[in-house]
């Protein structure tokens, strides 16, 4: 469909009719669209390859929102399908808990390097970092100090906590986690440690999940092709 300009829409949230969690929705000429995917300001070739996959290839109403500092891709719905009133498809699509378990061991990895190669302060400034990320795009359960914490800290598949999240939200943290890795140890290398961690899922796990990362430029990021 359309690459717009910040100054062409207006970005407001709805109520998930179930988990009662904000969605960020996208209003453009009376159009509705929901967050797919997010890109930092340095990923623009990669945002507007995945736009044109959705739209070209798979047929999908999508727009690019270009951003001085990121990218996000947005696909078109009904607002009765996002506050159900209508009894509409649900299309807020609910990440699987292996994938929400398998994105966090990948956030855990990459903060245990921090705080290993480069020390407690960098690790603490990750934190930091990690939280705004949480907070801007409205993670649930993942807002209070105590509840990043905890997802930093407690392991996903030994009775750590897995919240809620949606695809997007996985879309949008190994996006932002990438462009922070990167930034602290100024080289993708960390990508490669990190995947390591993915080993102690289960085969079937690991393998739907690097397989959905490859279906996105998530895998080009992370070289899990």
């Not at 507007?48 to 996959?53: A, C, E, H, N």
């Not at 190994?174 to 890795?181: C, K, V």
Request: glycine share 8%; net charge negative; with cysteine.
């Amino acid at each position: 469909m359309f690459i717009l300009k910040r100054q062409d829409v207006e970005i407001t949230s709805v109520q998930h009719p179930k988990s009662g969690q904000p969605v960020p929705v996208l209003n453009y000429q009376g159009q509705t669209f929901r967050l797919i995917s997010v890109f930092n300001a340095n990923q623009a070739e990669e945002a507007r390859s995945f736009w044109r996959d959705l739209t070209d290839n798979r047929g999908k109403a999508c727009v690019l929102l270009e951003e001085p500092d990121r990218y996000s891709v947005w696909g078109k719905v009904r607002l009765e399908q996002l506050s159900g009133d209508a009894g509409g498809e649900d299309v807020s699509v609910a990440a699987s808990t292996a994938f929400t378990q398998a994105s966090l061991l990948l956030l855990q990895a990459v903060y245990f390097d921090v705080e290993d190669l480069l020390g407690t302060r960098q690790a603490g400034a990750f934190e930091k970092e990690i939280a705004k990320v949480f907070q801007q795009w409205n993670f649930p359960q993942a807002i209070a100090p105590n509840e990043v914490e905890d997802l930093l800290q407690n392991d996903p598949l030994d009775g750590g906590k897995v919240p809620p999240w949606q695809e997007h939200h996985l879309n949008t943290l190994l996006q932002e986690l990438y462009r922070i890795g990167k930034d602290y140890f100024g080289n993708p290398n960390f990508a490669g440690r990190a995947i390591e961690a993915l080993e102690d899922l289960p085969d079937g796990d690991r393998t739907q999940f690097m397989n959905w990362m490859n279906q996105s430029p998530l895998g080009k990021l992370w070289a899990t092709a």
